[in-house]
């Protein structure tokens, strides 16, 4: 697929509360940004997409408020719930159907509004799970434990992924959490729910993330620096967790398998460069990893050791510090693919992974990695 | 312009009645009367699911056989929650720390989560066995069992 490209970025600094900016303050900071970025107007903006979620914003159609923030006045908008890469996907299929040369893609939440267990209960069963409460971090500790036994996997390997991706933070200004921390200060961190240590998960943040999709006409019409979107998929598994075998991403799999496909890589862990994925807890990064075939099963706490996975390595994972560095949810995925874009562009600054062409960014919905979203992106067309 | 105002929601609450359908009834039915557990099987793939849905996600199929499983069955996965929490029933912070777990119901394709009782957490492990306990007063929700106590 060579018939659209991302050509423009824009996202604002991931910060633990954003108490001065509303969400349409933040909207229109990287609106303004990825516009600038592209060297377009709101003019040259043909439909709009916003990403957001109901409960997170507090508020019921939670889209249409962004909307003037967004530049949608008096333009084609809709709207995705769920993570911004899935909002990323319509925006390009809009692009790819011809009705519009260039889609804008927005995504936002603000986590410091509420309390984010009773947000991430509420998307349990109100019938058979919710009163029990269940929220993401004991889901996603419950999927920690299947995963670790399954692969021999220990905390001591999971905490690396913390250590390696808050020490990339350092390297990154928009990032709300660069710290230099050891596998000790890890374990030795307060347990949140078994096996999971307070610096095993991702902290409560606020951002925004924009993005400009064109078609390959559009595309080099306005900057010139566009990166192309080479294969993208996405995929879902079953809503209850008790229906998965929560130790595998087994729809991350086939989302990931038929974007390589559709992007012509045969051999990915040759192929690609560099990724940045939805590393909501440490031990997510090294699962994500081996679902992706970007490893082995059950081998990726073994490369991380041995630095494979460090700016620097055979395949840099998350060096602009990921989600545990900061995770605005629904924004999160989309940072990944913005982030990417950066690395092609060569424009990632001090974790630059020098000589990147073709990168992989993955987004998540859902509790414990339900559905996947996947972007093969590319330098060359 | 130093001042960083916050609008406080209140108490707002948003109320719902969430109906349970058929199959929900049916399954809070045995459990409340009888402290049975009812899963449907599959037509096609015969696979066993809990808690009980109309449809085999995987065949696309209507299930339409009820069957008893447990109340019996072995740990698939858990974890102890040890930081304050609310309670998303009640408002107030539930006491930490507590176990959950993901059960496989004897007779079960798919796993049941629920409370685990962590009175020896030594012998909270995959594959543990484990039974429910079921409370005096039930009332037709998911809080009439208690919790599941590892069996020895
Ligand atoms: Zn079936």
Known sequence: MENAAIIGIGMTKIEANKVRETFADMVWEAVNKALNDAQMTINDIDNIITTSNDFWDGRTISCMAVGDASGARNKNVSCVEGDGTFGAFYGLTRVLSGSYGTTLVTAHSKGSESISSLITNAAFDPIYDRSLGMDMITACAMQATAYMYRTGTTSKQIAQVSVKNHGNAKNNPMSQLPMDITVEDVLNSEMISDPLHKLDCSPVSDGCCAIIIANKDRALKYNDKPVWIKGVSFCSDSYFLGDRDLSKAASLTKATNAAYKMAGINNPKDEIQVAELYDAFTYQELMWLEAMGLCDDGKGSELLENKYFDIGGKLPVNPSGGLLSGHPVIAAGLIRIAEIVKQLRGEAGKYQVHGAKLGVAQGVNGLAGQSHCVWVLGKEK | ?152
């Not at chain 2, 459990?31 to 899963?39: I, Q, T, V, W």
């Open chain 2, 1 to 152: 312009m130093s001042e960083n105002m916050v609008i406080d929601s209140g108490n707002a609450r948003q109320p719902f009645n969430y109906s349970v359908g058929l199959y929900g009834s049916k399954f809070f039915k045995e459990l409340k009367e009888n402290k049975r557990f009812l899963g449907v099987k599959c037509p096609k793939c015969s696979k066993v699911y809990i808690p009980p849905r109309k449809v085999c996600g995987e065949c696309f199929i209507e299930t339409r056989e009820f069957v008893e499983v447990g109340p019996r069955g072995k740990i698939g996965s858990f974890t102890i929650l040890r930081y304050a929490f609310i309670d998303p029933e009640t408002g107030e912070q539930k006491p930490v720390p507590y176990g959950y777990g993901f059960i496989r119901l004897d007779g079960a394709d798919t796993l049941f989560q629920h409370y685990i009782n962590i009175s020896d957490e030594n012998k909270v492990k995959i594959g543990a066995i484990v039974e429910p306990v079921f409370a005096e007063n039930r009332k037709g929700t998911i809080r009439d069992i208690l919790h599941f106590n590892i069996v020895d």
